[in-house]
Protein backbone atom coordinates (compact mmCIF):
# COMPACT_ATOMS: atom_id res chain seq x y z
CA UNK A 1 0.00 0.00 0.00
CA UNK A 2 1.22 3.76 -1.21
CA UNK A 3 1.20 6.21 2.05
CA UNK A 4 3.51 8.76 3.32
CA UNK A 5 3.13 10.26 6.89
CA UNK A 6 4.37 14.05 8.20
CA UNK A 7 4.71 13.89 11.71
CA UNK A 8 7.00 15.77 14.58
CA UNK A 9 5.96 17.41 17.49
CA UNK A 10 3.10 19.50 16.31
CA UNK A 11 3.47 23.39 15.69
CA UNK A 12 6.68 22.15 13.13
CA UNK A 13 4.80 22.71 10.03
CA UNK A 14 2.84 19.45 9.49
CA UNK A 15 -0.31 21.31 8.24
CA UNK A 16 2.25 23.93 5.91
CA UNK A 17 4.03 20.69 4.19
CA UNK A 18 0.84 18.32 3.50
CA UNK A 19 -1.13 22.11 2.03
CA UNK A 20 1.78 22.22 -0.77
CA UNK A 21 1.09 18.23 -1.32
CA UNK A 22 -3.01 18.72 -1.09
CA UNK A 23 -3.36 20.26 -4.96
CA UNK A 24 -1.55 17.06 -6.70
CA UNK A 25 -3.26 14.69 -8.91
CA UNK A 26 -1.61 11.84 -7.60
CA UNK A 27 -1.67 12.48 -4.10
CA UNK A 28 -5.03 11.69 -1.25
CA UNK A 29 -3.94 14.37 1.23
CA UNK A 30 -5.31 14.60 5.08
CA UNK A 31 -4.28 16.60 7.95
CA UNK A 32 -5.05 15.47 11.24
CA UNK A 33 -8.16 13.82 10.05
CA UNK A 34 -9.40 11.88 13.15
CA UNK A 35 -7.68 13.88 15.92
CA UNK A 36 -9.67 12.26 18.34
CA UNK A 37 -9.51 8.54 17.42
CA UNK A 38 -5.60 8.93 16.84
CA UNK A 39 -4.74 11.35 20.42
CA UNK A 40 -6.73 8.58 22.45
CA UNK A 41 -4.21 6.02 20.66
CA UNK A 42 -1.08 8.23 21.31
CA UNK A 43 -2.13 8.25 24.97
CA UNK A 44 -2.25 5.02 24.99
CA UNK A 45 1.12 4.23 23.32
CA UNK A 46 2.64 7.07 25.70
CA UNK A 47 1.74 5.30 29.12
CA UNK A 48 1.52 1.70 27.64
CA UNK A 49 -2.02 1.05 28.29
CA UNK A 50 -3.14 -2.90 27.19
CA UNK A 51 -5.84 -1.78 25.31
CA UNK A 52 -6.60 -3.45 21.43
CA UNK A 53 -5.16 -0.75 18.96
CA UNK A 54 -7.10 -2.76 16.00
CA UNK A 55 -9.61 0.26 15.44
CA UNK A 56 -6.73 2.65 14.73
CA UNK A 57 -4.99 0.68 11.99
CA UNK A 58 -8.39 -0.54 10.42
CA UNK A 59 -9.22 3.22 10.49
CA UNK A 60 -6.34 3.84 8.73
CA UNK A 61 -6.61 0.93 6.77
CA UNK A 62 -9.59 1.95 5.08
CA UNK A 63 -8.46 5.04 3.88
CA UNK A 64 -5.16 3.70 2.63
CA UNK A 65 -6.93 1.30 0.40
CA UNK A 66 -9.63 3.98 -0.50
CA UNK A 67 -7.11 6.36 -1.65
CA UNK A 68 -4.85 3.56 -3.75
CA UNK A 69 -7.55 2.34 -5.51
CA UNK A 70 -8.34 6.05 -6.72
CA UNK A 71 -4.00 5.63 -7.86
CA UNK A 72 -3.47 7.85 -5.39
CA UNK A 73 -0.31 8.06 -2.82
CA UNK A 74 -2.17 8.25 1.12
CA UNK A 75 -0.84 11.44 2.85
CA UNK A 76 -1.51 12.34 6.21
CA UNK A 77 0.08 14.93 8.36
CA UNK A 78 -0.54 14.37 12.38
CA UNK A 79 1.73 14.39 15.33
CA UNK A 80 -1.06 12.25 17.08
CA UNK A 81 0.55 9.48 15.29
CA UNK A 82 3.96 10.32 16.14
CA UNK A 83 4.45 7.36 18.40
CA UNK A 84 3.55 4.73 15.69
CA UNK A 85 6.05 4.94 13.06
CA UNK A 86 7.35 1.48 13.53
CA UNK A 87 3.75 -0.48 13.46
CA UNK A 88 2.74 1.64 10.47
CA UNK A 89 5.68 0.77 8.99
CA UNK A 90 4.74 -3.00 9.59
CA UNK A 91 1.48 -2.79 8.55
CA UNK A 92 1.43 -0.89 5.92
CA UNK A 93 4.93 -0.22 4.36
CA UNK A 94 4.49 3.33 4.68
CA UNK A 95 7.21 6.42 4.26
CA UNK A 96 7.81 8.74 6.85
CA UNK A 97 8.62 12.86 6.86
CA UNK A 98 9.63 13.81 9.99
CA UNK A 99 9.54 17.62 10.70
CA UNK A 100 11.60 19.08 13.21
CA UNK A 101 11.39 22.66 14.77
CA UNK A 102 13.37 24.27 17.05
CA UNK A 103 12.24 23.58 20.43
CA UNK A 104 11.89 26.94 21.59
CA UNK A 105 9.76 28.21 18.82
CA UNK A 106 7.71 25.17 19.30
CA UNK A 107 7.41 25.55 23.07
CA UNK A 108 6.53 29.01 22.45
CA UNK A 109 3.77 27.87 20.03
CA UNK A 110 2.05 25.65 22.11
CA UNK A 111 2.10 27.67 25.06
CA UNK A 112 0.20 30.07 23.35
CA UNK A 113 -2.23 27.77 22.79
CA UNK A 114 -2.60 27.16 26.69
CA UNK A 115 -0.40 24.08 26.82
CA UNK A 116 0.41 23.04 30.38
CA UNK A 117 -0.77 26.51 31.71
CA UNK A 118 -2.25 24.79 34.80
CA UNK A 119 -0.81 22.08 37.23
CA UNK A 120 -2.26 19.04 36.18
CA UNK A 121 -3.18 16.79 39.29
CA UNK A 122 -2.10 13.40 40.31
CA UNK A 123 -1.25 11.83 43.58
CA UNK A 124 0.04 8.45 43.25
CA UNK A 125 3.54 7.98 41.45
CA UNK A 126 2.44 4.44 40.53
CA UNK A 127 -0.80 4.95 38.42
CA UNK A 128 -1.09 6.67 35.16
CA UNK A 129 -2.73 10.28 35.18
CA UNK A 130 -6.20 10.94 34.68
CA UNK A 131 -8.24 13.01 33.07
CA UNK A 132 -7.45 16.83 33.66
CA UNK A 133 -10.16 18.22 31.46
CA UNK A 134 -7.66 20.43 29.40
CA UNK A 135 -10.76 20.41 26.10
CA UNK A 136 -12.81 23.51 25.93
CA UNK A 137 -15.20 22.84 23.97
CA UNK A 138 -16.39 19.90 21.95
CA UNK A 139 -14.12 20.29 19.02
CA UNK A 140 -10.70 20.10 20.84
CA UNK A 141 -11.54 17.31 23.20
CA UNK A 142 -8.80 15.19 21.98
CA UNK A 143 -6.25 17.71 24.08
CA UNK A 144 -7.36 15.58 26.76
CA UNK A 145 -5.40 12.63 25.17
CA UNK A 146 -2.48 14.81 23.35
CA UNK A 147 -0.77 16.84 25.78
CA UNK A 148 0.88 13.98 27.53
CA UNK A 149 2.91 14.34 31.15
CA UNK A 150 5.93 12.00 32.74
CA UNK A 151 5.25 9.16 34.25
CA UNK A 152 6.31 7.88 37.96
CA UNK A 153 8.82 10.56 40.47
CA UNK A 154 9.52 12.74 37.64
CA UNK A 155 5.91 13.96 37.08
CA UNK A 156 6.23 15.88 39.96
CA UNK A 157 9.12 17.44 39.61
CA UNK A 158 7.77 18.46 36.16
CA UNK A 159 4.64 19.67 37.03
CA UNK A 160 6.20 22.46 38.93
CA UNK A 161 8.60 23.54 36.05
CA UNK A 162 8.16 26.74 33.46
CA UNK A 163 5.10 26.30 31.18
CA UNK A 164 8.08 26.57 28.55
CA UNK A 165 10.23 23.94 29.83
CA UNK A 166 7.70 21.48 30.80
CA UNK A 167 6.95 21.62 26.35
CA UNK A 168 10.49 21.35 25.89
CA UNK A 169 10.13 17.96 27.50
CA UNK A 170 7.18 17.10 25.48
CA UNK A 171 8.67 18.01 22.42
CA UNK A 172 12.44 16.20 23.52
CA UNK A 173 10.00 12.73 24.65
CA UNK A 174 8.31 13.08 21.11
CA UNK A 175 11.50 12.61 19.32
CA UNK A 176 13.15 10.39 21.13
CA UNK A 177 10.82 7.70 20.65
CA UNK A 178 10.57 8.73 16.49
CA UNK A 179 14.63 8.33 16.42
CA UNK A 180 14.24 5.23 18.56
CA UNK A 181 11.52 3.78 15.94
CA UNK A 182 13.34 5.14 12.78
CA UNK A 183 16.02 2.48 13.98
CA UNK A 184 14.28 -0.18 13.31
CA UNK A 185 13.12 0.77 9.96
CA UNK A 186 14.78 1.05 6.61
CA UNK A 187 16.61 4.37 5.95
CA UNK A 188 15.04 4.51 2.50
CA UNK A 189 11.62 4.36 4.08
CA UNK A 190 11.98 7.89 6.03
CA UNK A 191 13.30 11.42 5.63
CA UNK A 192 14.16 13.84 8.56
CA UNK A 193 13.19 17.57 7.35
CA UNK A 194 14.11 20.59 9.39
CA UNK A 195 11.06 23.26 8.77
CA UNK A 196 14.06 26.33 8.81
CA UNK A 197 15.93 24.08 5.96
CA UNK A 198 13.22 24.07 3.68
CA UNK A 199 13.09 25.62 0.34
CA UNK A 200 11.92 25.08 -2.89
CA UNK A 201 15.20 22.69 -4.38
CA UNK A 202 13.96 20.86 -0.70
CA UNK A 203 10.31 20.69 -1.49
CA UNK A 204 11.48 19.29 -5.23
CA UNK A 205 13.29 16.80 -3.61
CA UNK A 206 10.64 15.87 -1.34
CA UNK A 207 8.28 15.43 -4.46
CA UNK A 208 10.48 12.78 -6.00
CA UNK A 209 10.89 11.19 -2.97
CA UNK A 210 7.23 10.73 -2.31
CA UNK A 211 6.83 9.86 -5.92
CA UNK A 212 4.93 12.50 -7.55
CA UNK A 213 5.76 15.74 -9.44
CA UNK A 214 5.40 19.41 -7.98
CA UNK A 215 2.25 20.74 -8.99
CA UNK A 216 3.41 24.42 -7.13
CA UNK A 217 5.44 26.74 -8.33
CA UNK A 218 8.59 28.29 -6.74
CA UNK A 219 6.82 31.97 -6.85
CA UNK A 220 3.45 30.43 -5.02
CA UNK A 221 5.86 28.36 -2.52
CA UNK A 222 7.73 31.21 -1.74
CA UNK A 223 4.65 33.08 -0.35
CA UNK A 224 3.29 30.16 1.32
CA UNK A 225 6.75 29.69 3.09
CA UNK A 226 6.85 33.43 3.83
CA UNK A 227 3.20 33.46 5.73
CA UNK A 228 4.84 30.59 8.03
CA UNK A 229 8.34 30.68 8.53
CA UNK A 230 8.70 33.22 11.20
CA UNK A 231 11.19 32.76 14.32
CA UNK A 232 10.02 33.72 17.96
CA UNK A 233 12.55 36.39 19.34
CA UNK A 234 14.80 34.64 21.74
CA UNK A 235 17.24 37.06 24.10
CA UNK A 236 19.89 35.35 26.19
CA UNK A 237 17.57 34.97 29.43
CA UNK A 238 14.99 33.26 27.42
CA UNK A 239 17.59 30.92 26.35
CA UNK A 240 19.43 30.61 29.20
CA UNK A 241 16.20 29.56 31.18
CA UNK A 242 15.24 27.02 28.17
CA UNK A 243 18.24 25.28 28.30
CA UNK A 244 17.86 24.10 32.34
CA UNK A 245 16.43 20.86 30.67
CA UNK A 246 18.87 19.11 28.88
CA UNK A 247 18.05 17.60 25.57
CA UNK A 248 20.43 15.64 23.45
CA UNK A 249 18.04 16.54 20.20
CA UNK A 250 18.45 19.67 20.68
CA UNK A 251 22.15 19.53 21.00
CA UNK A 252 21.88 17.45 17.86
CA UNK A 253 19.38 19.62 15.74
CA UNK A 254 19.90 23.06 16.78
CA UNK A 255 23.26 24.00 18.22
CA UNK A 256 22.50 27.66 17.44
CA UNK A 257 20.78 27.33 21.32
CA UNK A 258 23.19 26.29 22.91
CA UNK A 259 25.69 29.15 21.81
Same mark, same amino acid.
Given at each position: ???????? $?? &??? *????????????????????? @???????????????????????? &?????? #????????????????????? /????? #?????????? !?? @??? +??????? =??????? /??????????????????????????? !?? $? @???????????????? #?? %????????? =??????????????? +? +???????????? *????? +?????????????????????? &???? %??????????????? #????? *????
Amino acid at each position: MKSVFVTG $SG &QCG *ETFLNSLFKGNNKISARDESR @PLLHSYYKFIKYNKINIDDAPLFN &QLENVI #KKSNKKGKIDFESSSFLALHI /YELYK #KFGSKFIILL !RN @PFD +VSYSLKK =KGWYKEK /YIKKDKNKIIGYQGVASSFHNKHHNFC !RL $S @PNGSYFFKWNKLDQML #KI %KWYWDTIYK =KIFDDLKKIPKKNYT +V +VRIEDLDYDKFL *ELSSW +VGVKPMISKFFFNMKLKIIKKD &QKKN %KKDLKNFLKLKSKIE #KAYYK *ENLL
